[in-house]
């Protein structure tokens, strides 16, 4: 069994007797009908339907742990308590609390069923790995930018700080990667992320890319928009990358460039039809 630290990740703990009621008016998908014993992806997103972060959602005693990028918590925590006013909810950074790891392991029950104890974690992230948060630690053997390129292979985004309030969730198919629910009702942003879906406004989609080593964020080029930029790069490891571009280019197979007279990216096919 391999194990890698994960230190890309932090911790959000929402607490308090109205939690469950205040993320499922906040977040992408359900968390009113949300079990112990599963987690969820949800996003976060701006009145405008871009997203301010995407989570995994994990219930816990007297509240839920929410993880997303580290760069992003004490900005999304303190964004996110001005939504608190009267309800009873606290709102803490707890990265500092659990140590993070990945692990190439089967979890019974299926993806994204719990086990939980109280100094311990574990999350099926799919059929092949494991999340583990505990207070104990563990000694890893791999470095943790195996696990985010397992993630940009199973097309799931993970916003950070440079490509915050960017996207709108079928962007960067998060509600392929079953971050969204489009049923449950209003949260921020719903109005738009919903007119996207059925109006099919959504003019740029997430692909996998290989060939250069890139960054979040970064400007990626196609020969059909000579001089001006038609994708951004939403994560990467190694010379793979998750990355939103123009449907036209993709479509008209236009060559995706890091500059406009690099060589051309490989767009390789994700777990799920686009």
């Known amino acids: 069994m391999r194990i890698a630290k994960l230190e890309q990740y932090g911790l959000l703990q929402v607490s308090g007797e109205d939690a469950r009621a205040f993320l499922h008016a906040q977040l992408t998908n359900d968390v009113e009908h949300l079990t112990p014993g599963t987690a969820r992806y949800a996003g976060w997103c701006s009145a405008k339907g871009r997203l301010l972060a995407t989570f995994l959602v994990m219930p816990r005693a007297g509240g839920f742990l929410l993880q997303l990028s580290r760069d992003l918590v004490p900005i999304v925590a303190k964004r996110l308590q001005m939504f608190v006013l009267r309800s009873k909810v606290r709102i803490s950074d707890a990265t500092g609390e659990w140590l993070q790891y990945g692990l190439w392991e089967a979890l019974p029950g299926g993806d994204l069923s719990v086990r939980q104890a109280e100094d311990r974690i574990e999350v099926a992230i799919d059929a092949n790995r494991t999340l583990l948060m505990t207070k104990t630690p563990q000694i890893a053997d791999t470095a943790a930018e195996e696990w985010a390129l397992d993630e940009i292979r199973a097309g799931r985004p993970l916003i950070v700080q440079s490509t915050q309030d960017q996207f709108v969730p079928q962007m960067v198919n998060f509600e392929l990667a079953g971050g969204v629910d489009f049923k449950k009702g ?5 109005e738009v992320v919903a007119r996207a879906q059925y109006r099919g406004a959504v003019k740029r989609r997430m692909y996998h890319l ?7 964020g970064q400007d990626l080029y196609s020969d059909d ?47 799920y039809s686009q």
Do not use: F, K
Request: charged fraction near 10%; charge should be negative.
């Open 186 to 190: 209003c949260y921020p942003g719903q």
């Open 210 to 216: 290989r060939g250069a080593a890139l960054q979040p």
């Open 225 to 271: 928009m000579p001089g001006q930029a038609s994708g951004t790069v939403v994560n990467a490891a190694g010379d793979e990358s998750l990355a939103v571009l123009q449907l036209s280019a993709v479509e008209g197979r236009s060559p995706i460039r890091v500059q406009p007279q690099a060589s051309a990216l490989e767009i390789l096919p994700l777990p």
